[in-house]
């Protein structure tokens, strides 16, 4: 099988602007969130003890039926040498893919949680018409209930903030890496050395003048237009937040992995 790599982490983040930059390398393929985390779920929860013939499938079979759903997605209508799978799900399924895939690395894309919050706030604004996915396509709510929603555990940001601490914080993070957006728009140099000696590649000189990605029709679908849309050129870009200044502040403090003194096992944060 062809290597495999994983971008995980927080949304609105830098992932979709990685992938853009990733795929740049003809070796590479990398895109938006896909398919394969959500059936990777379903098949582990298809094989437990909720099927009463559970009991006919060992661990051996588990192991090559969820490594064989790579295999076949990543088909060859994939050309790439080198894969990377982008899902928020894998930062919950370290000890997994440390099974699965030994050699594999998991980049988890971080920023400042209150610029997340702002983020969505403003693509909700701008879409003012189209009810969002994001908030089940409801068109009610206020600012607070919007930041409510996406904060709790289910939630948008909620869910992938915890599963990010449960990989940072876990025993299985030798192939965990931490990509600060803050990092990535005003270093992307820097930003790309670091992922390529992370997962052992040789270097590729990368055009951060002519970034490219074009996910219009999901984002149409998902009644957020312009959720993966990627500028072209990559550059620091500041702003006044949108967010009334208690919901700013009552996710200031929530970067975690800034406190060298919680990086109780040295994972590596660019």
Same mark, same amino acid.
């Given at each position: ?18 992938? #853009? ?8 393929? /990398?895109?938006?969130? =896909?398919? $394969? @985390?959500?059936?990777? %779920?379903? !098949? ?96 009610? #709510? ?8 996406? /904060?709790?555990?289910? =939630?948008? $940001? @909620?869910?992938?903030? %915890?599963? !990010? ?106």
């Amino acid at each position: 099988m062809r290597p495999v790599h994983f971008i995980s982490g927080l949304p609105r983040s830098g992932s979709t602007l990685l992938a #853009g930059l990733l795929r740049q390398n003809p070796r590479f393929h /990398a895109g938006m969130s =896909g398919p $394969v @985390g959500g059936l990777f %779920n379903t !098949l582990q929860g298809d094989m437990s003890g909720r099927n009463e013939y559970s009991v006919f499938i060992s661990d051996t079979q588990r192991r090559r039926i969820l490594q064989g759903l790579f295999d076949e997605y990543y088909g060859p209508e994939f050309a790439a040498e080198v894969v990377f799978d982008t899902n928020r799900i894998w930062c919950s399924k370290l000890r997994s893919l440390k099974e699965l895939f030994p050699a594999a690395k998991v980049i988890a894309c971080v920023r400042h949680v209150p610029w997340i919050i702002d983020s969505i706030e403003q693509l909700i604004r701008r879409n003012t018409f189209q009810p969002s996915a994001i908030f089940n396509y409801q068109p009610g #709510g206020t600012v607070y209930s919007r930041s409510e929603g996406l /904060a709790n555990g289910d =939630g948008m $940001v @909620g869910f992938a903030y %915890n599963a !990010l601490k449960e990989a940072y914080y876990g025993e299985d993070t030798a192939n965990l890496m931490l990509l600060q957006y803050e990092t990535l728009v005003s270093n992307p140099a820097s930003a790309l050395k670091a992922i390529y000696d992370f997962i052992g590649e040789p270097a590729f000189i990368h055009d951060f003048d002519n970034v490219s990605y074009d996910a219009d029709e999901f984002d149409i679908r998902a009644g957020t237009p312009g959720l993966h849309t990627v500028r072209r050129k990559i550059a620091v870009r500041e702003r006044t937040s949108v967010l009334p200044p208690d919901v700013f502040r009552r996710f200031e403090n929530d970067a975690f992995w800034r406190d060298p003194q919680l990086n109780l096992r040295g994972v590596r944060v660019v």
